[in-house]
């Protein structure tokens, strides 16, 4: 008898690591050299661990072999709490933080929690792909609010307040976003705070690019506009910290607690059923949070982020029908193709023939629930050289790119 696989996975994908990377992983094997623009990874762009991190991690290993506790290192957790009402977000305690495996494990984690059969979360479009994906695979079904590229790829609140349903549950907002590097003002995200409290909604803020800005550009956390709301806002090393191998991250639970009891139970059911997180990864947390933001060296002018962001973006908008909104955060560029000038009708085909032609693999904007194959996504990790001549790359493949 065949293996089939559960139909819970009917509507999961994640396309970031789809079957394009499986053709570069080909590629690679028969000696090509593939230029992986397709994830947000910083040590494979020569990101080093700052080295703070690696002291206390290295300092603890010899201890740190054991189970520990399911919601995470207390030391790690109290840093959390401290981080936040430094931010602004009163009230917290240890209890309220959960550490986990990254971000990704902690938002399965999440919707699992939360969702019964047919319930609706509100998920952005362009969205990072793990949330819809993870909705499904809990039983949900994820309904789309477009973000508006006209108006800086802010969520357009019109959207989101039509798309609500008496089965929608909660909604998700990235921010700074990825893909397109949108970092909202305080204005948008009170306006969908407004909406969530309209509707009695629980508010996931996924903010793990929360230090990574651009051009003076601030970050609000969401949870701290919604203190009378029900919100779990997540974070994490990979990205601010560069660590994205050691998996940690956390999410903090804020504001109506009492009325989200049941589910809070639930949120730790499942973390003491995985029965704890990588420990070795936790004992740098409080480092990590404590420590100097070596991340502000390299977004600052003369910061390498910063210069590969404003290259990818100047040398993008010069390729002829490209346009890209500047990114104001987070580690990507989300460029538009005009339909008028390119006809393409299959993004993903689009992304294997680049990757065939050129030995550069991008993820298609499909790929991130966006509805329309008019759309990809680079990542701008690498140095401001390399991002030159991927781009250039590229514009030369799309220059002569038609599809049948
Ligand atoms: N959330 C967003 C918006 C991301 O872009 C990513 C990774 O790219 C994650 C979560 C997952 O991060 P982690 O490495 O903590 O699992």
Redesign the pocket.
């Known amino acids: 008898m065949q293996v089939i696989q559960s139909s819970k996975l009917a509507n999961v994908c994640y396309d970031i690591r789809g079957p394009v990377l499986d053709e570069a992983m080909r590629l690679e094997e028969q000696g090509h050299r593939i230029l992986k623009l397709n994830t ?1 990874n910083p040590a494979a762009f020569g990101f080093e661990a700052p080295p703070e991190i690696l002291q206390d991690i290295l300092r603890n290993l010899s201890s740190a072999h054991g189970y520990g506790d399911s919601k995470g290192l207390l030391s790690a957790r109290r840093a959390v709490v401290m981080h936040y009402e430094e931010r602004g977000l009163h009230g917290l305690s240890v209890e309220d933080v959960f550490l986990g495996n ?3 494990e902690l ?1 399965q984690l999440a919707m699992t929690a939360l969702l019964d059969d047919g319930d609706e979360v509100l998920v952005p479009a362009p969205d ?1 792909p ?1 949330w819809t994906a993870s909705v499904s695979l809990a039983g949900g079904t994820a309904v789309h609010y477009r973000c508006d590229e006209q108006s800086e790829w802010y969520p357009d609140l019109g959207d989101i307040e039509a798309k609500v349903t008496d089965r929608t549950r909660a909604i998700v907002v ?1 921010n700074p976003n ?1 893909p397109t590097g949108a970092v909202y003002p305080r204005e948008v995200l009170e306006g969908i705070v407004e909406i969530a409290r309209r509707h009695k909604l629980v508010v996931y803020a ?1 903010e ?1 690019y929360d230090k990574i800005l651009y051009d003076g550009a601030e970050h609000v956390p969401l949870a701290t506009l919604a203190p009378d709301l029900f919100c779990v806002t ?1 974070n ?1 090393m ?1 990205k601010s910290y560069r660590v ?1 191998g050691f998996r940690s ?1 956390w999410m903090v639970l804020s504001g109506d607690r009492h009325r989200a009891a049941s589910y809070i139970e639930g949120l730790t059911v499942l973390a003491s059923m995985r029965l704890c997180a990588n420990m070795p990864a936790q004992h740098a947390v409080a480092a990590a949070l404590g420590g100097r933001q070596s991340i502000k060296d390299l977004v600052l002018p003369g910061g390498r982020l910063l210069e590969s962001r404003d290259t990818a973006f100047r040398l993008l908008n010069d390729i002829p029908g490209i346009t890209c909104v500047k990114p104001k955060g987070a580690l990507y560029a989300f460029p538009r193709l005009d339909p008028q000038v390119y006809k393409i009708k299959d993004d993903a085909q689009m992304v294997l023939d680049l990757l065939r032609s050129q030995r550069i693999l991008i993820v298609q904007g499909t790929g991130f629930n966006w509805p329309d194959p008019d759309h990809f996504r680079l990542v701008t990790l690498p140095r401001p050289e390399d991002i030159a001549d991927a781009v250039t790359r590229i514009g030369d493949f799309l220059s002569g790119y038609s599809q049948p």
């Open positions: 947000g990254g971000v990704s938002i990072y793990l990235i990825n996924d793990i997540f994490g990979s994205a991250g």
